[in-house]
C-alpha cells in the first residue's frame, strides 16, 4: 500500500495509505478506480465554505474507506452508483446547514437538491457505513434509491434534520445506531417558535420498504421516526413492510414513532415514552403494533386516525393523557384517499392501560364524515387506575370482552350515544361504575 500526502484534487486509483496532517482541500479527493482501500488514521480533510465534496466516488465497486476525517464541506463522503462499498470509523462533521430558525425541512427533495450531508449514497447497492462520528451538522446519512445497505453504530446525534435518512431506498439493515437530539426550532410567520420542522432521528420516504430498524436510539428528535407514504398534493408511494423493532425513540416535542399512508409495517419492543404521542399512525393499514412500552405521552399514546386493519397486541400504555385512539375527522386529504372515510376493523388484544385518563378511546369524530366507525374488537385487556377504563362513541358492530377492569376512577366502560358495541363477558372491580351510559 502506497503512502502519500493528500492534495487538492487528487485522484486515487489504487490502495493508500494518506500521510497523516490537517489537509485544506476546497476540491477534495476522488476515487477513481475500482477495489480501493484508503487508510486515513490521524488525516483530517478540511474544505471551504461548506462546498464540493471532501471524498467522492462514482461508479465504482469494492471500496473501503476508513478512519479519516472530514468537515466543512457540502458533502463529507459521497458515492453514485456504486456497489459494494464501506465507510468505517470515521469521523464526518460540520458539512452544509441550512439557516437556523428559517426553514421547514421539505422530506421529498430530490437527489438533485439534495440537504448538505455527512455521508450521501445515491443509487448505492451493497454498502456499510459503520461504527462512524457523523454529529454536528444538518444530515448524518442520505440514502436515495440504495438496497442492502447497512447502517451500523452510527453516531449520528446533534444534526438540526435527519440522522438517517432514507428515500425509494428498501432492503436495507439500520442498527444499533444513536441518533439522538435531531431537531430543530422553527420560527412561524407570526413570530411563535417551536421545536419542530420534520426534523427526525429516522426518515423513510418515496417507497422506502422492506428495510429492518433495530435496536437503535432516536431519542428527542423532531420526531423520532417519521415515515410517511404520501406527498400533497395526492402522490401515493408508500413506505411498506418495514420492521422497526427494540428502538428507543422517546422524548420527542411531537412524535415518538409517526407513520402515516403506509401498511403492513412491524412496531415491536420499541419505547415511545414521554411525547406529545407515542405513535402517530393516520391513514395506515394491516399494520402490527406489539409488545411496545408507550408511556408518559402528553395527548395519546397511540393515535390512528382513518385506519383499518391494524392489531395492538401485548402493549403497555402507562400514565398517557389517553392510551389509545381510533378515529375519524374527516379530513381534506380524504379528496386523494376516499376510500379512508372510516376508521374500521382494529383488534386491541391482551394490552395493559394503566393510570391514562383514558385507556381505549375509539370514536366517530364530529366533523361530517361518510358512515360511522366500526369493528373496534378489544378483547384480554387489562384496564387499571384509569379515569375511564375504555370509551366507545358513535361506533357500530364492535365488541369488548374478556377484559379485566380494575380500580377506574370514574367508569370501567363509558359508552356514548347509543354506540352500536357488545359488551360481553369482563371482570370488574372497584371501579367507580363498571358499565356509564351518556
Not at 411498506?240 to 403506509?262: K, Q, V, W
Not at 386491541?348 to 391514562?356: A, I, K, L, P, Y
Request: charged share 20%.
Amino acid at each position: 500500500m502506497q503512502t502519500v500526502r493528500p492534495y487538492d484534487g487528487m485522484s486515487i486509483t489504487q490502495d493508500t495509505r494518506l500521510e497523516p496532517g490537517i489537509y485544506a482541500l476546497p476540491n477534495g479527493i476522488r476515487i477513481d478506480a475500482d477495489n480501493v482501500t484508503i487508510e486515513g488514521d490521524g488525516v483530517h480533510l478540511v474544505g471551504s465554505n461548506y462546498k464540493g465534496v471532501g471524498l467522492a466516488a462514482k461508479g465504482r465497486r469494492g471500496l473501503l474507506v476508513k478512519n479519516i476525517t472530514l468537515s466543512n464541506y457540502y458533502y463529507g463522503v459521497r458515492f453514485d452508483d456504486c456497489e459494494n462499498v464501506k465507510l468505517s470509523g470515521s469521523t464526518i462533521t460540520r458539512t452544509a446547514e441550512v439557516e437556523p430558525y428559517l426553514h421547514f425541512l421539505y422530506l421529498w427533495r430530490p437527489v438533485e437538491q439534495a440537504f448538505g450531508a455527512a455521508v450521501l449514497l445515491n443509487n448505492v447497492d451493497q454498502a456499510h457505513v459503520e461504527d462512524n462520528d457523523l454529529q454536528h451538522q444538518q444530515n448524518g446519512v442520505l440514502m436515495y434509491g440504495c438496497s442492502r445497505v447497512t447502517v451500523a453504530r452510527n453516531n449520528t446525534s446533534f444534526n438540526s434534520g435527519w440522522g438517517i435518512y432514507l428515500a425509494g431506498s428498501s432492503d436495507n439493515l439500520i442498527e444499533d445506531n444513536t441518533s439522538d437530539f435531531c431537531n430543530r426550532v422553527f420560527r412561524r410567520e407570526d413570530g411563535t417558535e417551536r421545536v419542530e420542522a420534520d426534523a427526525a432521528g429516522l426518515v423513510m420516504v418515496h417507497g422506502s420498504s422492506r428495510n429492518k430498524i433495530l435496536r437503535n436510539r432516536f431519542r428527542c428528535g423532531g420526531d423520532g421516526i417519521f415515515i410517511v407514504g404520501y406527498e400533497h398534493p395526492g402522490v401515493i408511494n408508500g413506505c411498506n413492510d418495514n420492521l422497526i423493532e427494540d428502538n428507543d425513540c422517546s422524548f420527542s416535542p411531537n412524535n415518538a414513532i409517526e407513520s402515516t399512508f403506509c401498511k403492513g409495517n412491524i412496531f415491536r419492543r420499541n419505547i415511545c415514552s414521554g411525547s406529545n404521542y407515542g405513535f402517530w399512525m393516520g391513514f395506515s393499514w394491516e399494520n402490527l403494533v406489539e409488545d411496545n412500552t408507550i408511556a408518559d405521552n402528553r395527548i395519546a399514546g397511540v393515535a390512528l386516525e382513518h385506519g383499518h386493519h391494524v392489531r395492538f397486541i401485548n402493549n403497555r400504555f402507562l400514565r398517557n393523557r389517553e392510551g389509545m385512539r381510533l378515529w375519524t375527522r374527516g379530513i381534506s386529504v380524504l379528496e386523494y384517499w376516499p376510500t379512508f372515510q372510516v376508521a374500521h376493523d382494529f383488534d386491541v388484544e391482551n394490552n395493559v392501560f394503566d393510570d391514562n385518563g383514558i385507556g381505549f378511546n375509539g370514536y366517530t369524530g364530529p366533523e361530517p364524515v361518510e358512515g360511522i366507525c366500526y369493528g373496534y374488537h378489544v378483547s384480554g385487556n387489562t384496564f387499571r387506575n384509569n379515569r375511564h377504563g375504555a370509551r366507545f362513541a358513535r361506533v357500530r358492530d364492535s365488541s369488548i370482552v374478556h377484559n379485566q377492569f380494575e380500580n377506574n376512577a370514574r367508569s370501567a366502560i363509558l359508552l356514548e350515544g347509543e354506540p352500536g358495541v357488545e359488551v360481553g363477558e369482563n371482570s370488574f372491580s372497584d371501579n367507580a361504575a363498571d358499565v356509564l351510559r351518556i
